[in-house]
């Protein structure tokens, strides 16, 4: 199986009938642990027949399947429907059999498996080896490695990712620029961010929260701020994690 690096191939699968694209999603079989994981699709319908529209950067075996996925605890919650459709793509898994704890802080190591697995990449446990923190047989490590390798998440400057560290703010938004550019996506060249507290967010993070600002992707807290050192919750990342494939049209 060839990998194309950032470069993404678009092949499409015909179905004759229609979809619900809210249920359908694309997948991939990987041989290595025999499971089907998340690849970019969109789903277009004409004349009863539906159009899958398959985006990878490798080649693969790929199916189209129906998959409906809900929790109990996410009754009522302001971001159900999004966590919904995100795990119903497999791109989202619960904390139990029947829980997602939306509100539940989200860690470095969960954030970099949200975007390696919306963005279809294959894991690579050994190249999470360049942080002295993270063991290959953890259940993050391909997703750490593999969005290492991608230049989407960065260690600090002693050699750890930290993986177990809450994430915050502005880091998730430096690293959901990357994913932008990674998906080939046009960056607003936003200036300052225009957010109440915006003299708070670090230099190095400023242009990725004014970029995602304004490319819709993730907005600020109640007051007009952007709280770049607190953490976010499952809810929240889920929310942007949506956001952002679908502007890449990643998903519908």
Do not use: C, D
């Given at each position: 199986?060839?990998?194309?690096g950032g470069v993404y191939v678009e092949r499409t699968v015909t179905l004759n009938q229609a979809v619900d694209e809210s249920k359908t999603t694309a997948a991939r079989y990987d041989p290595e642990t025999g499971t089907l994981v998340f690849v970019p699709a969109t789903f277009r319908t004409v004349d009863g027949k539906t159009a899958a529209k398959i985006k990878r950067n490798g080649n693969s075996i790929y199916v189209v399947l129906e998959h409906e996925r809900s929790f109990a605890d996410l009754a009522g919650h302001w971001a159900a429907a999004d966590i919904e459709l995100l795990a119903g793509k497999l791109l989202l898994s619960g904390t139990g059999p029947d829980t997602f704890e939306p509100d539940?802080?989200?860690?470095r190591g969960e954030f970099a498996v949200m975007l390696a697995r919306g963005l279809g990449l294959t894991a690579n446990a050994a190249a999470s080896a360049r942080f002295r923190d993270v063991e290959r047989n953890v259940?993050?490590?391909g997703a750490v490695g593999a969005a290492a390798e991608a230049g989407l998440a960065a260690g600090f400057s002693d050699g750890t990712f930290r993986p177990q560290e809450k994430?915050?703010?502005e880091q998730i938004a430096v690293m959901l620029v990357r994913a932008m550019r990674f998906a080939g996506?046009?960056?607003p060249a936003a200036g300052e961010p225009a957010f109440a507290d915006r003299a708070e967010i670090?230099?190095?993070a400023s242009g990725a929260a004014a970029a995602v600002r304004?490319?819709?992707i993730m907005g600020g807290r109640p007051?007009?701020?952007?709280a770049p050192g607190d953490a976010a919750s499952r809810a929240e990342t889920a929310v942007m994690l949506k956001r952002l494939l679908q502007k890449a049209a990643f998903i519908d």
């Open positions: 199986y060839k990998e194309f539940q802080a989200v860690t259940w993050y490590a994430i915050t703010r996506m046009e960056v670090s230099p190095w304004a490319a819709g007051g007009g701020i952007f």
